[in-house]
């Protein structure tokens, strides 16, 4: 079974970069790698050691680059090769990991793989794709084809958008009728299956720390309990155990009970397959679970259930805990809206308490550290609706916000027009803003062995629709226990004699929160929209 390893991960704080949006370092408009270079030590100032960046490789960017025309080589837009290299070097001399974006389950269909594999003749590359036999063949209600798009006779199975015709894995459910759906171990998909590898190597050996695997769960056709994609991804993780045992792999899966025996280091929980997840940040009408909620947890009106989650979340840990981790975000390019929308300062403060007490890795989505918002915008690079949250960065009050030089047309989204948007140069002067709050969390992560993301969790008290929340984690002789009250009003629960013998000491109390003896045990009391940390003695 997978272990926990590599050890890096124990302390690991993820910072997300969508790169178009991140920094101008050419006056284009359109962020690049250059610009990543350039802020590198703003983001050494976060406290986070490990990045995750969007794809940055050759494509038509009809879908924001996981349309991908060349795996090999950095899109002209962001920089080259060799200024990748570079960011891997100087992000290393901060001590800072890096993650590429890695897009398996399809390509653009101008890569020249896709090219090839759509010629009438055969040829090294006619079965990278899942093609049937027949553009006349009825479609298969499972599996969306483009026809009539190709020179062969056939139509081609896509993984998301109809340009992104997806890689041939093979199926696990294959049928003497339909003899185009190849199994696994047909020549073809075992050929997809080395490229991937290469790939992957290609870049490790380059700098890179790891991959976040896109639509990880997507490859294996007619696999319903994705063994056979789980067996793909946990052949790729015994190769990386010997060949690269210090680099991690990401699932975009959302299933850690499925994603992590597969081999995967950490399976995030996302707004499309984990209404847990949902419960703790959206309220009705919000994102893709419009109708599921009334409230969310993080919500003054302390109308949220912390069960919602919890039950989700136990049920993962308890499965997973020895084998790898849950990734908790604040948000990321698909995620709508922001995290901010809707909240006030207090709020923000004490969710980014939360997310860094909590097991697992956490994920920053650029921007959310000072509480930039998410506004309708038209759909730019097939982002539809999540488009609104792509937006510049929001780096100063100068020309752009800061982010370009450009003229303010040629941007790559138009920027916040508010007058009062947050941005970093003002935050990062004001000891109260939500800037210099999530550095000051992220520095007592990395102090306390007890917030390591192996460090154990247990719930002291999470009672459906009652406050507050209150759990323990442990670790190396540390015990800490960390406390939420998100209501606007003052809460207190009675903890029973047996969680410790002495008083607790504050580690992290900026609000109103105490504890005081009782005659049943203890009685936490907390003031409204606080949170707190205490080391148990």
């Not at 001590?95 to 590429?100: E, K, P, S, T």
């Not at 974006?101 to 003749?121: K, M, N, Y």
């Not at 003002?426 to 192996?454: E, F, K, T």
């Amino acid at each position: 079974m997978p272990q926990k390893s590599p050890v890096w991960l124990q302390k690991a704080i993820f910072y997300q970069i969508y790169p178009q949006s991140f920094y101008d370092s050419n006056a284009d408009g359109i962020g690049d790698i250059p610009g990543i270079i350039q802020k590198l030590d703003y983001i050494e100032s976060l406290g986070v050691n490990a990045l995750w960046i969007n794809p940055c490789f050759v494509s038509p960017f009809h879908d924001a680059g996981y349309d991908v025309a060349d795996y090999y080589r950095v899109a002209p837009r962001y920089g080259t090769n060799e200024n990748l290299k570079t960011l891997f070097a100087e992000a290393k001399k901060r001590g800072i990991r890096i993650l590429l974006d890695l897009v398996p389950g399809h390509t653009s269909i101008e890569h020249p793989w896709f090219q090839a594999s759509q010629r009438d003749e055969k040829n090294d590359y006619s079965d990278y794709y899942v093609w049937n036999d027949s553009i006349w063949e009825v479609p298969q209600d499972d599996l969306p084809i483009v026809r009539g798009y190709a020179q062969r006779d056939g139509a081609y199975v896509t993984n998301f958008f109809w340009f992104q015709p997806a890689l041939n894995f093979g199926f696990t459910q294959t049928n003497p009728d339909n003899r185009w759906m190849q199994p696994v171990d047909a020549s073809g998909p075992q050929k997809v299956r080395e490229e991937i590898k290469k790939i992957m190597a290609f870049w490790l050996e380059m700098g890179a720390s790891g991959f976040r695997v896109d639509m990880a769960a997507s490859l294996v056709k007619r696999d319903p309990h994705k063994i056979e994609t789980a067996r793909f991804w946990r052949w790729i993780r015994d190769w990386l155990d010997k060949a690269y045992p210090e680099a991690v792999l990401v699932a975009e899966w959302g299933n850690p009970a499925q994603s992590i025996p597969a081999g995967f280091h950490a399976d995030f929980l996302l707004g499309f397959s984990n209404p847990g997840w949902v419960s703790l940040f959206r309220k009705r009408g919000e994102g893709r679970w419009r109708d599921r909620y009334s409230w969310s947890f993080f919500d003054e009106s302390g109308h949220g259930d912390i069960r919602q989650f919890l039950d989700e979340y136990l049920y993962y840990l308890d499965l997973t805990k020895d084998q790898g981790y849950i990734a908790l975000i604040t948000g990321n390019h698909d995620e709508t809206p922001r995290l901010a929308n809707g909240r006030n300062l207090e709020m923000l403060k004490l969710i980014y308490l939360f997310l860094l007490t909590m097991p697992g890795t956490p994920f920053i989505y650029y921007g959310d550290e000072i509480g930039m918002n998410f506004r309708p915008l038209a759909s730019k690079e097939g982002g539809y609706q999540r488009t609104g949250s792509r937006t510049p960065m929001q780096w100063s009050g100068d020309e752009n916000t800061g982010f370009s030089t450009a003229p303010e047309e040629d941007l790559y989204l138009p920027i916040n027009p508010d007058p009062d948007r947050p941005t970093v140069s003002r935050q990062d002067r004001d000891p109260n803003s939500l800037l210099n709050r999530v550095r000051a969390l992220a520095a007592i992560r990395q102090r306390w062995h007890a917030l390591d993301a192996d460090a154990e969790f247990e719930v002291v008290y999470a009672d459906s629709g009652k406050l507050p929340f209150v759990y323990t984690r442990s670790k190396n002789n540390q015990l800490l226990m960390v406390a939420l009250n998100p209501s606007n009003k003052k809460v207190s629960v009675e903890l029973p004699k047996s969680i410790f013998v002495t008083l607790p000491a504050p580690v992290d109390v900026p609000g109103d929160a105490n504890i005081t003896t009782s005659k049943s045990g203890w009685t936490l009391s907390m003031g409204a929209v606080s949170g707190a940390i205490f080391k148990i003695n």
